[in-house]
T-cell receptor, first 116, second 110 residues
Framework: GAGVSQSPSNKVTEKGKDVELRCDPI?????LYWYRQRLGQGLEFLIY????????KSGLPSDRFSAERTGESVSTLTIQRTQQEDSAVYLC??????????????FGPGTRLLVL | KQEVTQIPAALSVPEGENLVLNCSFT??????LQWFRQDPGKGLTSLLL?????REQTSGRLNASLDKSSGRSTLYIAASQPGDSATYLC?????????FGTGTSLTVIP
């Protein structure tokens, strides 16, 4: 079956512009996660959705970052007024749910964002 | 905040060797821990998920152990192959998120 997909795969933007990153999770997966990976660094948690709700937004680095999820499916991560330090690979993952045995996360290929 | 350390940062072994990758974490109140591999330019692939109540989990040539109280997990790879070359990441889960280490970069030399 289809895995997690993300679009675009690459995005180059100018400093100050807004960008939208999209994630399509595996069908039926209620949990969805966004992470950021800067060059040479580990994955950094951004936000977690259970259904369409985000009980944990603690990882969003600033108020320029926001995310939403609709229909318990697709999610978009929006970065407003992009800065050069936002350049990174943005990874999305989904899992069946938070219940025991359902936590295995499946990752998408990521969106490479470069802010010039 | 959970801090995750992986040792060694890089490892190079000849094909056929058995090897152990180490992961330590500071907050032992975890629900489970997941091991991933990351290939260059690609996303993460889940290898094993071990629950906090388990001591070991096996999948093929891979065996993950967990000592929750001491904040340690190891990933054992038997009879390594060149196709095992990748970065291996461990990620303990403390509830709503997995915290990731910076990984061990493994190279298996044919």
């Amino acid at each position: 079956g289809a895995g997690v997909s993300q679009s675009p795969s690459n995005k180059v933007t100018e400093k100050g512009k807004d960008v939208e990153l999209r994630c399509d999770p595996i069908s039926g997966h209620t949990a969805l996660y966004w992470y950021r990976q800067r060059l040479g660094q580990g994955l950094e948690f951004l936000i977690y959705f259970q259904g369409n709700s985000a009980p944990d937004k603690s990882g969003l680095p600033s108020d320029r970052f926001s995310a939403e999820r609709t229909g318990e499916s697709v999610s978009t991560l929006t970065i407003q007024r992009t800065q050069q330090e936002d350049s990174a690979v943005y990874l999305c993952a989904s899992s069946l749910g938070p219940g025991l045995g359902q936590e295995t996360q499946y990752f998408g290929p990521g969106t490479r964002l470069l802010v010039l | 905040k959970q801090e995750v350390t992986q040792i060694p940062a890089a490892l190079s072994v000849p094909e056929g060797e058995n090897l152990v990758l180490n992961c330590s974490f500071t907050d032992s109140a975890i629900y489970n821990l997941q091991w991933f591999r990351q290939d260059p330019g690609k996303g993460l692939t889940s290898l094993l998920l071990i629950q906090s109540s388990q001591r070991e989990q096996t999948s093929g040539r891979l065996n993950a152990s967990l000592d929750k109280s001491s904040g340690r997990s190891t990933l054992y790879i038997a009879a390594s192959q060149p196709g095992d070359s990748a970065t291996y990441l461990c990620a303990p889960n403390t509830g709503n998120q997995f915290y990731f280490g910076t990984g061990t970069s493994l190279t298996v030399i044919p």
